[in-house]
């Protein structure tokens, strides 16, 4: 079956401690996404990726690290997580015009 | 700079009642537009797309929206609301090439009653 996997699911941590969401598709799909979901912001792009070692600042990175090295994996790392980092993260692969979304990854930092 | 803007967070429909959930977008140059839909618990789902063919795009679940250049809208209708249809669902506008960057409205969330 096509789809993007996230893990964890739903994360719970404490200000300051490293944490990474991977993410994984099945697709073969060159660009890659992560967004975050807030309240009223609908999703706002962190990081993209249009291949294997190339990846750019979206609307919000701050805080945010991405590493792509294979076509299939594309984590999100937050080095120094904060209470505002607070959200619901989706990652996202996309084949043309159309996105693929994974199940998204609810993480709070207390 | 893209944006999209979702004319109303919350909308109230009863079963059978005609959906209708506005999105405005501005671009400067053609734009490719998307209706998704999300469901409590889970990931974006692509109800429908419009690029650059028919203006009236017809999407899953008996849902079109229709683009119009003159009111820089693409607004998503049904004709008969389901309880099923009850999510949140959002606009977001690709600028110039189905390969650009999405921009999101904030969301509209349904809630459809008996």
């Known amino acids: 079956e096509a789809q993007v996997t996230q893990n964890p699911r739903y994360l719970i941590t404490v200000t300051g401690k490293k944490l990474t969401v991977t993410c994984s598709q099945n697709?073969?799909?060159?660009?890659m996404s992560w967004y975050r979901q807030d309240p009223g912001l609908g999703l706002r792009q962190i990081y993209y990726s249009m291949n294997v070692e190339v990846t750019d600042k979206g609307d919000v990175p701050e805080g945010y690290k991405v590493s792509r090295k294979e076509k299939r994996n594309f984590p999100l790392i937050l080095e120094s997580p904060s209470p505002n980092q607070t959200s619901l993260y989706f990652c996202a692969s996309r084949r043309g015009n159309e996105q693929f979304f994974g199940p998204g990854t609810r993480l709070t930092v207390l | 700079a893209q944006s999209v803007t979702q004319l109303g967070s919350h909308v109230s429909v009863s079963e059978g009642a005609l959906v209708l959930l506005r999105c405005n977008y501005s671009?400067?140059?053609?734009?490719?537009l998307f209706w998704y839909v999300q469901y409590p618990n889970q990931g974006l789902q692509l109800l429908l797309k419009y690029t650059s063919a028919a203006t009236l795009v017809k999407g899953i679940n008996g849902f079109e929206a229709e683009f119009k250049k003159s009111e820089t809208s693409f607004h998503l209708t049904k004709p008969s609301a389901h309880m099923s249809d009850a999510a949140e669902y959002f606009c977001a506008v690709s600028e110039g090439t189905s390969y650009g960057k999405l921009t999101f409205g904030q969301g509209t969330i349904l809630t459809v009653h008996p």
């Open positions: 671009s400067s140059v053609p734009p490719y």
């Open positions: 697709m073969n799909h060159e660009y």
